[in-house]
């Protein structure tokens, strides 16, 4: 696919894709919410969190039982970036297409707060702004402060230890969650792949879940990398550069 630039005409095919498609959603990662100023986990540059810190050593039950208040430390640290940044471009194009559903493996809320409904956002990794309790068997819950997050600490319901609502390498997607982004993603006419490597599974199998299925995929990305081969139509660039015209003037639905 040739990539996008300002002067091929990458953009005018995937609007007339998008245009044409019934049901379209998008499916996000880290790259979508990078102009916020969120790091992502593996972009080829210093600040990248995988870069810094080993994911075998925070983003894993092992690593959580191992050394519980450095991963909860790690994750404050993380809740203490989002809380000082907004969505982007991106987001606030996203949100004004209020009828599409949101597939994303962003743990943030940069969605939510540019304003798409939180029943239109399917967290496939969970969230970062909420606790919960580690013992699989009690379903506390609880809404975390952001700016001033509380450190390691025991569930009020069981006494088992309180960890960030995020889905773990290890650790199975939220059942429901997971159900209905498969069956959307089955049914797709376009689907929207905005800002990840897609190379963690099973949320990336997403993508050739959809082709199998029929669907376009457009991949809207500076650097992708696997999704780069799923893409009929691939979008070399920012997020926060390329959708705004992408999806100008459109009206898109995940379920008309
Ligand atoms: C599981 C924690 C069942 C939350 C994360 C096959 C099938 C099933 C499982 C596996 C499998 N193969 C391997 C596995 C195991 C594993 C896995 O996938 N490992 C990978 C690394 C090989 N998967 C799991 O463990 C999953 N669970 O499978 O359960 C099971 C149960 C028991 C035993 C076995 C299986 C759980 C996966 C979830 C792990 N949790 N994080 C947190 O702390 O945030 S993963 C982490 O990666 C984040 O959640 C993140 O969302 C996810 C994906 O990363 P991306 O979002 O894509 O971000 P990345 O930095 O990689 O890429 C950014 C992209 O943006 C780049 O392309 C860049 O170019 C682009 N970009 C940059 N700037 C911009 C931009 N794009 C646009 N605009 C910009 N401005």
Request: negative net charge; charged residues 20%.
């Amino acid at each position: 696919m040739e990539p996008y630039s300002d002067n091929n005409d990458g953009l005018l095919q995937a609007r007339e894709l998008l245009a044409r498609s019934q049901r379209v959603a998008a499916f996000s990662g880290a790259g979508l919410s990078a102009e916020s100023g969120l790091a992502t986990f593996r972009d080829p540059d210093p600040d990248a969190l995988w870069s810094r810190f080993d994911p075998t050593e925070l983003a894993s039950v092992d690593a959580f039982e191992a050394n519980p208040e450095r991963v909860i430390e790690w994750y404050n640290w993380r809740r203490s970036m989002l809380a000082g940044v907004r969505p982007n471009a991106a987001h606030r194009v996203l949100a004004a297409q209020s009828r599409m559903i949101q597939i994303t493996q962003n743990v943030d809320n940069l969605l939510e707060q540019a304003g798409v409904a939180p029943k239109q956002v399917y967290h496939l990794h969970g969230s970062i702004l909420h606790d919960i309790c580690h013992n699989s068997a009690c379903d506390y819950r609880e809404l975390v402060q952001l700016e001033n997050p509380s450190p390691l600490r025991d569930c009020p319901r069981c006494g088992a230890r309180l960890r960030p609502a995020v889905v773990w390498f290890g650790e199975n997607l939220p059942a429901k969650t997971w159900y209905r982004a498969q069956q959307l993603c089955a049914e797709l006419d376009c689907l929207l792949v905005v800002g990840t490597s897609a190379t963690v599974y099973p949320a990336a199998g997403l993508i050739t879940l959809a082709r199998q299925y029929g669907s376009s995929v457009i991949v809207v990305d500076p650097n992708a990398g696997e999704a780069r081969y799923a893409a009929d139509i691939y979008l070399a660039g920012a997020a926060g550069r390329i959708l705004p015209p992408l999806l100008a003037g459109l009206d898109l639905a995940s379920n008309p």
